[in-house]
């Protein structure tokens, strides 16, 4: 079964800050990773899809890599904003089936 | 494109009662998922549709029906609502086979029963 980690569970940072999220999981077939992000009392937005074929995707001040073997991927956000403050939840989609498992999460504050 | 919306935004049921989540997406996908979202558990799977005229269950499917009604719509039943029911649901689709199956999430519904 499946099972997806992140940590730190929480994470402050000053604002400028260059940081690292993490997410791994525990079955390396993968058919693609999700990256998410998650205001209060919001639903979720698409950040990032890697595919398992692929290492690295990038949009703006986001990139997000992955390492299929090791079961590892990282979400590097540059230059943090107070904007950017939100729960940050990484998936996996397996090969064979449609499920998406996803992790806990990892609660962002950037401070002004 | 509205993308993948959901009513009610909130509800509140009383024990026994029941309702009906509704979702629709107007993105031309094939699949939509029913997931609940619950304080320290994550996001969970309850039941999704890979195509129209299909549905299977997920992680946590007990106590939960389902319909995919058409293309665009995935309606969630709940029969007899009870307090472990309280949760945030949320619906999502994803893009056709043999593309990136990305999945776009609605605003969610917050469900509280007592």
């Known amino acids: 079964k499946q099972e997806v980690t992140q940590i730190p569970a929480a994470l402050s940072v000053p604002e400028g800050e260059n940081l690292v999220l993490n997410c791994s999981f525990t079955d390396s077939a993968i058919y693609n990773l999700q990256w998410f992000r998650q205001d209060p009392g919001k639903g979720l937005t698409s950040l990032l899809l890697?595919?398992?074929?692929?290492r690295e995707q990038t949009s703006g001040r986001l990139n997000a890599s992955l390492d299929k073997s090791s079961g590892r991927s990282t979400l590097y956000i540059a230059a943090s904003q107070p904007g950017d403050s939100a729960t940050y939840l990484c998936?996996?989609?397996?090969?064979?089936?449609?499920?998406?498992?996803f992790g806990k999460g990892t609660l962002l504050t950037v401070n002004p | 494109n509205a993308g993948v919306t959901q009513t009610p935004k909130f509800q509140v049921l009383k024990t026994g009662q029941s309702m009906t989540l509704q979702c629709a997406q107007d993105?031309?996908?094939?699949?939509m998922y029913w997931y609940r979202q619950d304080p320290g558990m994550g996001l969970r799977l309850i039941y999704y549709?890979?195509?129209?005229?299909?549905?299977d269950k997920g992680e946590v499917p007990n106590g939960y029906n389902v319909s995919r009604l058409n293309k665009r719509e995935f309606s969630l039943r709940l029969e007899s609502a009870a307090p472990s029911q309280t949760s945030v649901y949320f619906c999502?689709?994803?893009?056709?086979?043999?593309?990136?199956?990305?999945?776009?999430f609605g605003p969610g519904t917050r469900l509280t029963v007592t």
């Open positions: 998936a996996v989609k397996g090969g064979s089936n449609y499920k998406l498992t």
């Open positions: 999502a689709s994803s893009t056709l086979p043999g593309q990136s199956y990305e999945q776009y």
């Open positions: 890697i595919q398992s074929s692929q």
């Open positions: 549709s890979a195509s129209e005229g299909t549905t």
């Open positions: 993105m031309n996908h094939n699949s």
